[in-house]
């Protein structure tokens, strides 16, 4: 079954009416599909097993969509202090978390080390040496999976391409046996793992099979000189459906994952991020009002870049759907949907052909579960947006809306800009 559909004329996440939530919740807000999330868990799983899955948490870090990854037994990759801390928090285990990421500073390679993670994937010379330095000054040993850079094009978006040597990502594959050689024999490392990650969001096969081809040319020749490798990082990157893509076949990549590196016996690691989380999503808006003008129609909703980005940022379509279904034969008209932020880039979408829509409706931006809220800004004065999450037939907020006070709350005036009562 879809994570959304329209039960009874009425756009739905299982029993629970998406109408209701704006309705007692507000909008915009997040939507997200508990059942959803479990199944695409599960369906990762089933392909993958006994590989290791590290949920991308970057591309949600709910509280309660980490607690339920935690309780089907998936780990976290995470890429600062700060998701370092939500992971925990959430209760998954150090011992099923890795931390990527091209700019750990000092601070968090501690933190990181001080947790007893899984895994530290370092990405240049210059922070194998500061891990070797940090670890040996806690007494500690980092088990550290050195971030290759394959030079392979995933044929995704230029701006979520992750894999060529133009990159700021990982160490040059070229490079990476010297450096290796030498980080094995710096003190406070343990040199256990490979790591790559191409891109995000790849629809095709090919740049996988590339990618883990090197990893395992470079696994043979560090095994041939004697320093062997216990597990491979496949990192994340699962296309998904936004408009009319193929999801990428996970049985295909399982396969090619057995050819490329399943000889190697070493255990695996893959982050998928989008995938578990992506189409578990909907951001809910409100019309505020329709514009004619002479050029253009205009829907413009209460949602803005600073909840959604991934239109304005990266060009990216998501589905609108209305939430009340459209009647038999109601005419589609092109319409530009666009936010109330101050700025022309403001806009969902571009003449999309929409039903007929009025100030008060509601909308839904389909596919948004995965960096969505997590890429939100407080933009124009604009409150965080808030998140619920539906089990079954009952829907919770899982991170409220803040309050103007609270917004304010972090801000302070130096003394000479406070009037004589001491206050603003
Ligand atoms: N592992 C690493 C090291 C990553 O950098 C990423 C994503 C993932 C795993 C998860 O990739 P996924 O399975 O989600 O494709 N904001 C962009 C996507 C940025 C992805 C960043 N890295 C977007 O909205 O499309």
Known sequence: MRPFDYIGGSLSAGPV?????????????????????????????????????????????????????AGLG??????SEGELRRALAAGIPPEKIVFSGVG?????????????????????????????????????TASVALRINPDVDAGTLDQISTGRKTDKFGVAWTEAPVLFREAAGLPGLSMEGIAV?????????????????????????????????????????????????????????????????????????????????????????????????????????DAGMNDL????????????LPLAAPPEGAEYRPADVVGPVCETTDKFADER??????????VAFCEAGAYGAVMASTYNGRPLVPEVLV?????????????????LALERLPEWLRGPDGGG
């Not at 998936?74 to 890429?79: E, F, R």
Request: proline share 5%; charged share 25%; glycine share 10%.
């Open 17 to 69: 009416r998406l109408a209701d939530v704006a309705a007692e919740v507000g909008t915009p807000v997040y939507v997200y599909s508990a059942d959803a999330i479990e199944a695409a868990y599960r369906e990762f799983e089933a392909a993958l097993a006994p590989a290791r899955i590290c949920y991308a948490m970057k591309a949600n870090g709910n509280l309660a969509v980490l607690r339920l990854l």
């Open 74 to 79: 998936a780990g976290a990759d995470v890429v």
């Open 104 to 140: 750990k500073t000092d601070a968090e390679m501690e933190a990181a080390l001080r947790s007893g993670i899984l895994q530290i994937n370092c990405e240049s010379a210059s922070e194998v040496r500061s891990l070797s330095r940090i670890a040996s000054r806690l007494g500690l």
């Open 197 to 301: 990650h191409i891109g995000s969001q790849l629809g095709e096969l090919e740049p996988y099979r590339r990618a883990f081809r090197r990893v395992a040319e470079l696994a043979r020749m560090l095994a041939a000189d004697g320093v062997a490798i216990r597990r491979l990082d496949l990192g994340g990157g699962f296309g998904i459906r936004y408009r009319d893509e193929t999801p990428l076949p996970l049985a295909g990549y399982a396969k090619v994952v057995e050819e490329e590196v399943g000889g190697l016996g070493c255990e695996l690691v893959v982050e998928p991020g989008r995938r578990l989380v992506g189409p578990a999503g909907v951001l809910l808006a409100r019309v505020v009002a329709v514009k004619e003008t002479p050029a253009r129609r205009f829907v413009i909703v």
């Open 309 to 320: 980005v991934r239109p304005m940022m990266y060009g990216a379509w998501h589905d609108i």
């Open 353 to 362: 052909l929409l039903p007929p829509l009025e100030a008060g409706d509601l």
């Open 391 to 407: 089990r079954g037939g009952r829907f919770d907020v899982v991170r409220a809306r803040p309050t103007f006070e609270e917004d």
